[in-house]
């Protein structure tokens, strides 16, 4: 049996799916055609109606009546790109640092055997279970003045991206796929003079492809559809990411039905790409996870 066809096997398997259709498997298929209806409406509703030149509040349709370009193009006056290019550089900015924060944290609390891990991984967890709106006031007065170096990013990309750049999620999940990296291999690539940096890179991290993957879907989908911390950092509407600026628009009442579609589809189109991207990943972390 080929290796693809057995992570087919394991995924089914840890998905409860049979090969033979049974009174449970057609049960399987209703629900699964219900959620797909379900979460798929909202998308389609809202992709036609960007499309769709007489689009109201109140029409619900799976096709366009009246086919336009025209909302894409009055959201230029509204500024929903520029909005949109300020989330991109946000959300592959902050990506990038949480990602590598996340891969050393992990690291040296997984691999390194480091006193005082258990600390760490708790107050990570920590993190985690406090709300945002807990630490919206004292994370304001940080980023006016930072300690240290006495600076305001307020109203800069960095206001966004230094908060975000460490997730306590995406460190614990990288800590426990490394964990269960065999110590025998580790041990013998440290009998062979291999590095702590040449074992990261060239050992740890090519084992943990799929928990790359994994980290990647869920924090960039934790950074794009932040909401508060934009809203915060920012000392004017040109600051808004587009989530926030999408929720202006509605509320002003200035821009039509259709214009405000076709900024919600564009919000969530980025998302919709990266897990298109890597849901081999992510299924290859699933399944890692079944098998263990």
Known sequence: MSKRSLMNDHTAT???WTHTLSAKGLLRLVLLAFALAVFLGPFITTLVGSFDAG????SISLWPTDPTLTNYVDAADYGIYRYLSRSLIIAGGGLLAQIATSVM???AVAMLRMPGRRVVMALMLITIMIPEELIAVPLGLVLRDVPFFGVNLLGSVWAVILPV??????????AEFMSEIPRELIEAAHLDGVGAIRMLTQIVLPLSKASLGVITIFGF???WDQYLLPLIAAQSPADYT???????????GHASIGVVLAG???ALLPSLIVYIFLQRSMISGITAGAVK
Request: net charge positive; no cysteine; aromatic share 10%.
């Open 14 to 16: 840890a998905l409860g």
């Open 55 to 58: 689009v109201t509040a109140r």
């Open 105 to 107: 944290v992990a690291y």
């Open 165 to 174: 750049a460490v997730w306590g999620f995406s460190v614990m999940l990288m």
């Open 221 to 223: 989908n934790m950074i």
């Open 242 to 252: 587009l989530t926030v600026a999408l929720r202006g628009l509605q509320g002003q």
């Open 264 to 266: 919600s589809f564009l």
